[in-house]
């Protein structure tokens, strides 16, 4: 690997104020309310508005809006500690009517390309993954020209067959950060080479789908480390990676430890590229949901339908 070795930094020192790279303008906007009553009226939820998502208020406005649906309710069986999502041991069982309600809500916001993703869900014999699907193939009927990316947590085995089923566009499960960090900052449920796995099944299941993970920085690793973590991911045949900076939630999230330059997430990017990745946004806002990659991932899919589509491939 490339470029001078960084020593893991003290974690008892925090990150100094937030540098104006990272400063944006208050949600606001026909666009934004807009939205933002459809989900109410039909009882969804966003991981928009339940992680703070600095970008809520450019993804929400304009003629293109983005929305990440959150399914399975709002409260998560997992205590990471980097996530604004609230936990609980025991949470509400699953809406029955929600797969209709988010199929109605894509066609009433008539997007091209929307994400879903959920919480943890332990507390479920299959995590949700039923749930999941159904989802999914509500928006198929309702929305059929929509391109559906799900953001799942770490299924494997009969959950993700059970996921798999209903042929996501884009496989989306975020490792977070690097190895080292793991059981610092997510669950101890979750770890680097249980996320490889759902990837690599994925993909096995289901190869028309392309698969796509994220990295968090500013948490204390190294280049190296998030290069390693990169060249990992590649090994497991991901075709789209997002990078961007962690930012603290609250004081009882873990503290943001560097704030990394943007001429290092360009290197990232150029790096990712060569390693082989179909597409690799990274900057300091960038996150696993983001707009302008998700422009790209819509182009990306609607090609191999067409492909898909001239050999009668399914």
């Given amino acids: ?20 790279w990272l400063k944006v303008p208050l949600p606001g906007g026909d666009g934004y309310t807009r939205l933002k009553a459809i989900a109410r009226g039909l ?22 809006p983005t929305m990440t649906l959150m399914v399975l309710g709002d409260e998560c069986t997992r205590r990471c500690r980097f996530c604004a999502v609230k936990t609980h041991m025991n949470p509400a069982p699953p809406d029955p009517d929600e797969p209709r309600h988010v199929g109605e809500a894509i066609a009433a916001l008539d997007v091209g390309y929307v ?17 999941y699907a159904e989802c999914v193939r509500s928006i198929r009927e309702l929305s ?18 059970a996921l798999m089923e209903s042929k996501p566009d884009v496989l989306a499960h975020n490792v977070e950060v690097v190895d080292r960090l793991q059981r610092k900052i997510r669950d101890p449920r979750c770890s680097f080479d249980r996320s490889l796995d759902t990837l690599r099944q994925a993909r096995a299941l289901h190869p028309q789908s392309f698969t796509k993970s994220s990295l968090m920085v500013g948490l204390g ?10 060249e990992r991911l590649r090994a497991a045949d991901v075709d789209f990676l997002t990078i961007g900076q962690y930012l603290r939630p609250t004081r009882q999230h873990a503290p943001v430890l560097e704030y990394v330059e943007p001429s290092l997430f360009a290197d990232y990017q150029v790096t990712g590229e060569k390693m082989g990745f179909r597409y690799v946004a990274s900057g300091p806002l960038v996150r696993s949901s983001y707009k302008a990659g998700e422009f790209f991932f819509e182009r990306a899919v609607r090609e191999r339908r067409s492909v898909d589509s001239v050999q009668g491939n399914e």
Avoid at 1 to 19: L, V
Avoid at 144 to 161: F, G, Q, R
């Fill in 1 to 20: 690997m490339s470029g001078p070795i960084q020593t893991e930094r003290d974690p008892s020192k925090q990150a100094s104020r937030k540098p104006p």
């Fill in 221 to 230: 690793e190294t280049r190296d480390e998030v290069l390693e973590a990169m």
């Fill in 43 to 64: 009882k969804l939820h966003t991981v928009c508005e339940e992680a703070a998502c600095p970008n809520v208020g450019e993804c929400w406005s304009g003629k293109h």
């Fill in 144 to 161: 059929p020209s929509t391109i559906i990316e799900t953001l799942i947590p770490d299924y494997t085995d009969a959950s993700l067959a």
């Fill in 115 to 131: 994400v879903i993703t959920s919480v943890d869900r332990d507390d479920l014999p299959d995590g949700g993954a039923g749930h």
